[in-house]
């Protein structure tokens, strides 16, 4: 199958996910994971109207960025490490992966330095593996209750990444806590919180009926990259 197929496909699936957990049709974002992958074949998923798109480092962002054009939208998904937050400030519409207090002080920095709000979502490592870095769901509400101070770093939700598996369920109660974690930090804090950012490919039904509102998908709209930077 080709891009497009792949991602007609991708928007039936989870489309019907949606539906599964009791929500519109195209409640869900599709962020097309485009890591590794060359212009063309993303200008291709332009091409038929797909406008958002997720990288995971930041040079290679700022590339495609400048060689695609004005219209897409650009998603941060990778570790930021905290000397690069200065050149991703105004070029893109979220940064998923906000994972420690130091990142979330150089965020501030800059968005007051350049005087605009920065989008984020906090990534909570809810397994605890070592191999991932996240806040712990045990300290995402102080987390969140801290970053208030910083008027100008707008937290839109939260984002996790399942343990790998090749069974889609295993990752279920993964998703099911992140979305309670988020619901009760809803709670307490009276933060709005809309967005959950989890699933990808071999995972985003499941995360769709746990109640994802955003995915981000690499091999099921591109197909396999050639070389594995699945991160974390
Ligand atoms: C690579 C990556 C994805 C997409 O992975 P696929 O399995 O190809 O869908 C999603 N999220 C993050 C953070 C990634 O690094």
């Given at each position: 199958?080709?891009?497009?197929?792949?991602?007609?496909?991708?928007?039936?699936?989870?489309?019907?996910?949606?539906?599964?957990?009791?929500?519109?049709?195209?409640?869900?974002?599709?962020?097309?994971?485009?890591?590794?992958?060359?212009?063309?074949?993303?200008?291709?998923?332009?091409?038929?109207?797909?406008?958002?798109?997720?990288?995971?480092?930041?040079?290679?962002?700022?590339?495609?960025?400048?060689?695609?054009?004005?219209?897409?939208?650009w998603h941060f998904i990778g570790h930021?490490?905290?000397n690069k937050v200065r050149q991703l400030v105004g070029r893109v519409a979220l940064i998923h992966s906000l994972d420690r207090w130091s990142l979330a002080e150089e965020i501030n920095r800059y968005a007051v330095k350049a005087g605009l709000v920065i989008a984020v979502l906090v990534?909570?490592?809810?397994?605890?593996?070592?191999?991932?870095?996240?806040?712990?769901?045990?300290e995402t509400q102080s987390f969140l209750r801290d970053l208030a101070g910083f008027?100008?770093?707008?937290?839109?939700?939260?984002?996790?990444?399942?343990?790998?598996?090749?069974?889609?369920?295993?990752?279920?109660?993964?998703f099911r806590e992140l979305r309670e974690t988020r619901d009760e930090a809803r709670r307490k804090l009276g933060l709005d919180l809309p967005y959950l950012s989890m699933g990808m490919s071999t995972d985003y039904?499941?995360?769709?009926?746990?109640?994802?509102?955003?995915?981000?998908l690499g091999t099921a709209i591109f197909g396999q990259r050639t070389c594995h930077l699945r991160e974390g």
């Open positions: 199958m080709n891009i497009r197929q792949n991602l007609e496909q991708v928007k039936q699936l989870c489309a019907a996910a949606s539906k599964r957990s009791g929500r519109a049709p195209g409640a869900v974002k599709i962020v097309a994971v485009s890591k590794t992958v060359d212009r063309n074949r993303i200008g291709e998923l332009a091409g038929v109207g797909h406008t958002v798109f997720g990288e995971n480092r930041v040079q290679e962002l700022l590339n495609k960025q400048a060689s695609l054009g004005p219209d897409l939208e930021l490490q905290r990534q909570v490592n809810v397994v605890g593996e070592d191999s991932k870095s996240g806040i712990s769901p045990d008027p100008l770093v707008r937290v839109e939700g939260l984002m996790t990444m399942a343990p790998y598996s090749v069974n889609p369920e295993h990752a279920r109660p993964v039904l499941v995360a769709i009926e746990e109640g994802a509102d955003i995915v981000r």
